[in-house]
């Protein structure tokens, strides 16, 4: 029993001494080992938190930076557009200078004015001859006697343009013929055995002493009678 515990302490003592000894005492440094095998990616993080405010960018203008470019080329003219409404109307303008004030003129006299004008119906019941100028000699009107109901013709004494109308009234067929100097300017008809009234009229131009009539043909059956009257009448409209 007393052996065992003198060989337990003479082995503590020799292990206490290696142990001593390791610890003083260091080794040949040995060959490093390998890298081992990279890990798995880690999760992304949180996001952190919000940045202060920057500071204000550069001033820019409607067109783009206050520094513009060269102006470019004029475009291409384009087509005419429609034409637009009517604008309101603008405010009156100031009244002009006045003008000079003319010369006086020369006195007039209403009773000089150019007048030609006359009617006359017939009176004869009895048809007029063929071929020859229709005499109204009932003169209704006849100033100036520019009508001679004598001959039936009127002749000019102004120049100017001239309006002739006839009304006739007639018992059967009626052609009357306007003449001018012996000329037929125009003709009007009108057919039936029966009463009728027809009429016609027109302007002519005419110079002083032109002369105007009506005149009958083959068909004559003109009337001039109370209730069945027969009128020429004629006026100056514009003087030359």
Same mark, same amino acid.
């Given at each position: ?5 003198? =060989? ?6 020799? !292990? ?5 000894? @390791? ?18 990616? *880690? ?9 202060? +405010? ?9 067109? $783009? !930076? ?5 102006? *470019? ?17 603008? &405010?009156?303008?100031?009244? $002009? ?16 004015? #150019? ?24 003169? #209704? =009107? &006849?100033?100036?006697? %520019?009508?001679? =109901? ?6 000019? %004494? ?11 009234? =007639?018992?059967? &067929? ?7 100097? $012996? ?18 009229? #027109? ?7 032109? +002369? ?24 100056? @409209?514009?003087?030359?």
């Amino acid at each position: 029993m007393e052996s065992n515990c003198i =060989s337990l302490m003479l082995l503590l003592t020799v !292990l206490g001494a290696l142990v001593s000894g @390791l610890e003083t005492a260091s080794g040949i440094p040995g060959i490093p080992g390998s890298h081992g095998v990279p890990g798995m990616s *880690g999760k992304d993080g949180r996001d952190g938190p919000k940045g202060a +405010k920057g500071d204000p960018g550069p001033s820019v203008s409607a067109g $783009g !930076l206050e520094e513009s470019g060269d102006k *470019g080329d004029p475009g291409i003219k384009g087509p005419i557009g429609k034409r637009g409404r009517r604008g309101p109307s603008g &405010n009156k303008g100031d009244p $002009g200078i006045m003008g000079v004030i003319g010369e006086k003129g020369k006195s007039g006299d209403y009773k000089s004015t #150019l007048k030609s004008a006359f009617s006359a119906k017939r009176k004869v019941y009895t048809y007029p001859p063929r071929d020859s100028p229709i005499k109204f000699t009932d003169i #209704l =009107s &006849n100033d100036q006697n %520019h009508y001679d =109901s004598s001959t039936g013709k009127f002749t000019c %004494h102004i120049s100017g343009y001239y309006y002739f109308v006839y009304h006739a009234t =007639s018992n059967n &067929n009626l052609c009357v013929n306007m003449n001018k100097n $012996g000329e037929t300017i125009t003709s009007f008809c009108s057919h039936g055995d029966f009463v009728q009234v027809s009429s016609g009229g #027109l302007v002519l131009h005419l110079q002083v002493s032109d +002369k105007v009539w009506l005149e009958a043909t083959v068909y004559n059956a003109l009337m001039g009678q109370r209730n069945h009257d027969s009128v020429f009448s004629g006026f100056l @409209l514009f003087p030359d």
